[in-house]
Nanobody, 114 residues
Framework: QVQLVESGGGLVQAGGSLRLSCAAS????????MGWYRQAPGKQRELVAT???????NYADSVKDRFTISRDNAKNTVYLQIYNLKPEDTAVYYC????????WGQGTQVTVSS
């Protein structure tokens, strides 16, 4: 049974930083593609960043240079480091694992005040 548990969200001021965590069980993050997505109110869920089993990363253009995806294989956890937060980053952030099918976490809320 695959479980993804996100944490680390919160209310921050513009310009601040956050590190989101996605703790995985039932799936090995180092050998599967992991990703972060976000969904703002009234908008569709969108890709933020992915990391493949080989360590290749991919980012949405809107977050390049401010977001960094990484993983800790020993902790079986994927991270999303966010710098210079902007109000438009406000959204629920979801972790996704792809292993024959997609698995999603419950999400963590990030709210950025101006």
């Amino acid at each position: 049974q695959v479980q993804l548990v996100e944490s680390g969200g919160g209310l921050v001021q513009a310009g601040g930083s956050l590190r989101l965590s996605c703790a995985a069980s039932g799936i090995i993050v180092s050998i599967n593609t992991m990703g972060w997505y976000r969904q703002a109110p009234g908008k569709q869920r969108e890709l933020v960043a992915t990391i493949t089993s080989g360590g290749s990363t991919n980012y949405a253009d809107s977050v390049k240079d401010r977001f960094t995806i990484s993983r800790d294989n020993a902790k079986n956890t994927v991270y999303l480091q966010i710098y210079n937060l902007k109000p438009e980053d406000t959204a629920v952030y979801y972790c996704k694992a792809t292993k024959s099918r997609d698995y999603w976490g419950q999400g963590t809320q990030v709210t950025v005040s101006s």
